[in-house]
């Protein structure tokens, strides 16, 4: 029983727990996607034909589940072997009334190697996709050395403000486009106009979004989005608020609004484009965020829902501000102003900054209502990008609706890494909630407590100083760059698996 992703030699897909009988004296070669980063993997064997197979439990990862039970006496709930359908090999299915008898268990240690020294994030410079190559996308997006370039002078991808209509953002789009087609990719400018009161025409949003259709079910959609519009400016003069000491609004380079949820978007895209898939995959960079999920709101309104009726959207993953957060912490640099603890707000205090993992649709702050999509985030989180230790679940039964996330945040002494159901959505995730009933994930650090959140000093250079941990006593003693690399790499790790996961079988509303 192998429990983990593998790639089906028939088909294509990528499947998920795998039964193989093996006889005496044969050989057998199986391409296994490994846990990203765990330190090896766990291969539970048995007699021939076996039936009934062990499950770890969702919050726990292999390697305690086996301390736990040394593979013997199992009382948990297990899972019943299930025919091939259409694949290869045979898969399981978890039933609370199975009682899976003893296994032995195989351990096999990963090997993995560095491409660049650990200070620059070495630790997660090597895979299929891995968050050095995430934090170059990063770069590229946002570097400010000063050029000729008469749309914005600089290298970088500066000004991208609003939607369309503005120089500056048709630039951008024009190198996400030949990005996006080199990976093999059909890609499309969705653009939307809207007419006034005199019959003029007004530009309102572009995206551009990238198609890899599924081989086998089409029509059935799941969707990568992150917004690629930065905060525009009030004032005709963009101030810094590290030099007049007070903020204002906007920004040039919007580093981590949204700089870094467009390059783990591009490096998922760019990742997944090699593999065959059962539904299309869609990767999305929207225009008008900023301005109330103008894009979005237009894509999911009229591309999907009026143009394109039979297709239905399954799950929609969410980049946006997320980076800066666990396993960074520990204060704000050169004299920002701390995180402070926000009752109603996301949870934060001046020492830990949760990655969180918001979910829904959620309308009831006490009781889960996608107990799918939260399963399947503990899943991945405890075992393949080994947070157990890590991660906590937030339900807000006996809590005040207006307070919830945070106080049961702190009940559960700061968790680092949080799972929770969402009832407000800040973000572009709304309009697939509300337009087409989808159920939705994103991935999300500091806001609020972010002191460049919306000011023209959001840049990569201050991500990695926030997210230096060194001489501090909080974490462990890592460079920005190391930390930021290694969040970038755990948030684009968990957007993928969550993908295929959900391309083999996708998380319906539970809401209905």
């Not at 087609?181 to 059909?186: A, D, R």
Request: proline share 5%.
């Amino acid at each position: 029983y192998v429990p983990y992703l593998i790639l089906d030699p028939e088909t294509g897909y990528v499947q998920n727990s795998t039964v193989i009988d093996i006889e005496r004296g044969q050989e057998l070669s199986l391409d296994i996607l490994i846990p990203p980063r765990t330190e090896g993997i766990h291969i539970l064997l048995a007699e021939y034909g076996r039936s009934h197979w062990p499950v770890r439990d969702q919050s726990e990862s292999w390697a305690s589940w086996y301390e736990r039970t040394g593979g013997r006496n199992l009382e948990d709930s297990g899972a019943i072997r299930v025919p091939a359908n259409g694949s290869l090999y045979d898969s399981v299915e978890t039933k609370s009334v199975v009682r899976p008898g003893d296994v032995v268990v195989k351990y096999i240690p990963a090997e993995r190697f560095s491409t660049v020294p650990s200070t620059d994030g070495g630790a997660h410079s090597s895979g299929l996709v891995h968050g050095r190559v995430v934090y170059d996308r990063l770069f590229e997006l946002s570097d400010p050395t000063d050029t000729l370039d008469p749309v914005d002078g600089k290298a970088g991808y500066f000004d991208r403000w609003a939607g369309q209509g503005n120089l500056a953002y048709e630039d951008a789009a024009l190198y996400i486009i030949g990005e996006l087609e080199s990976f093999g990719l059909e890609v499309i400018g969705h653009r939307y106009e809207y007419t006034d009161i005199t019959g003029a025409q007004n530009p309102e949003a572009y995206n551009i979004c990238a198609y890899k259709w599924g081989s086998s079910i089409p029509d059935e959609w799941m969707v990568f989005g992150a917004h690629f519009d930065v905060a525009p400016p009030v004032n005709a003069v963009l101030l810094d608020p590290h030099v007049v000491g007070f903020r204002s609004y906007g920004t040039r380079a919007g580093a981590y609004d949204n700089s870094a949820g467009t390059a783990m978007v591009m490096e998922a895209a760019r990742a997944l484009s090699d593999f065959e898939t059962r539904r299309t995959m869609v990767f999305c960079l929207w225009s008008g965020e900023e301005g109330g999920k103008r894009g979005s709101d237009y894509w999911t309104e009229y591309y999907v829902k009026e143009d394109n009726p039979d297709v239905r959207v399954m799950n929609y993953i969410n980049l946006d501000m997320a980076g800066v957060n666990w396993p960074g912490g520990g204060g704000a640099p050169h004299g920002d102003p701390d995180p402070q603890i926000d009752e109603d707000g996301y949870p934060k205090d001046d020492e830990v900054w949760p990655l969180r993992v918001y979910i829904g649709p959620g309308p009831n702050h006490d009781r889960i209502d996608q107990p799918g999509m939260v399963g399947l985030s503990n899943w991945i989180g405890s075992d393949a990008l080994g947070l157990e230790d890590q991660l906590g679940t937030l339900i807000g039964l006996n809590y005040s609706a207006d307070t919830w996330k945070t106080d049961v945040w702190l009940d559960m002494d700061r968790p680092e890494v949080i799972v929770y159901e969402d009832t407000t959505a800040r973000s572009d995730h709304a309009s697939f909630q509300d337009n087409l009933d989808t159920v939705t994930i994103g991935f999300g650090g500091l806001v609020d407590g972010y002191w460049c959140y919306h000011q023209v000093c959001d840049t990569l250079e201050e991500m990695e100083e926030w997210m230096d941990t060194t001489g501090k006593e909080y974490g462990n003693e890592n460079s920005g760059v190391s930390n930021l690399v290694n969040s970038l790499d755990m948030i684009t790790w968990w957007a993928i698996l969550t993908f295929f996961h959900c391309d083999e079988e996708p998380i319906f509303n539970a809401l209905g």
